[in-house]
């Protein structure tokens, strides 16, 4: 079955504690990317990554790092996780259709930082 | 910054009505996607539409690309209960890049 995973789906930590929540896609997709969603704002691009190794800022990349060494995963790191960073995040792969990138989602990590 | 505002943000209607959504912005997209997003899932995409003045039906949905490219409309005919979700669009930038609207939370009572 097609589908992007994410783990963990919950999390719950505390100011300053690195974590890393991953990401993997088994569609061979060249695109992956990685956003927030808070009540009232949508969904925000966190990073994207074209290809292996090629990564970029989306709208709001302050306070996350991403790495692309493997197609399949794409990794979303919090070196020093702040309250502010308390959301429900995705990450999506996508093939190109044309001059879109259609975004196949994963289940979504709720964090949660105290 | 460049902003896709969508509107409504809240929707409550019954069923057999119908409704539009909207997504506007001072800015030109490369393509116009819409999505549906349930609780505790991810979104899912309904359809993207790239070439403006462009019209897409999806059963009861119908999508339209404004001629500008600017701005883009969702009409749901004789809404349902299972049409129940968020519904968000999103508006490619540049490669790779896009930007959502805030979405419409969609409630359709029986």
């Known amino acids: 079955e097609a589908q992007v995973t994410q783990n963990p789906r919950y999390l719950i930590t505390v100011t300053g504690k690195k974590l890393t929540v991953t990401c993997s896609q088994n569609?061979?997709?060249?695109?992956m990317s990685w956003y927030r969603q808070d009540p009232g704002l949508g969904l925000r691009q966190i990073y994207y990554?074209?290809?292996?190794?090629?990564?970029d800022k989306g709208d709001v990349p302050e306070g996350y790092k991403v790495s692309r060494k493997e197609k399949r995963n794409f990794p979303l790191i919090l070196e020093s996780p702040s309250p502010n960073q308390t959301s429900l995040y995705f990450c999506?792969?996508?093939?190109?259709?044309?001059?879109?990138?259609?975004?196949?989602f994963g289940p979504g990590t709720r964090l949660t930082v105290t | 910054t460049q902003l896709l505002e969508q509107s409504p943000q809240f929707l409550s209607i019954q069923e057999g009505e119908n409704l539009t959504v909207y997504c506007n912005s001072s800015?030109?997209?490369?393509?116009l996607q819409w999505y549906r997003q349930e609780p505790g899932e991810g979104p899912v995409l309904l359809v993207t539409?790239?070439?403006?003045?462009e019209v897409k039906k999806l059963k009861r949905l119908t999508f339209q690309f404004g001629d500008a490219r600017k701005d883009s409309s969702l009409h749901i005919t004789a809404a349902q209960p299972g049409d129940t979700g968020l519904y968000l669009c999103?508006?490619?930038?540049?490669?790779?890049?896009?930007?959502f609207g805030q979405g419409t939370e969609l409630s359709v009572k029986p």
């Open positions: 999506a792969s996508s093939q190109r259709a044309g001059r879109a990138y259609e975004q196949y």
């Open positions: 569609m061979n997709h060249e695109y």
């Open positions: 990554s074209m290809n292996v190794e090629v990564t």
């Open positions: 800015s030109v997209f490369s393509s």
């Open positions: 539409v790239v070439t403006g003045g």
């Open positions: 999103a508006g490619g930038i540049s490669r790779g890049k896009l930007i």
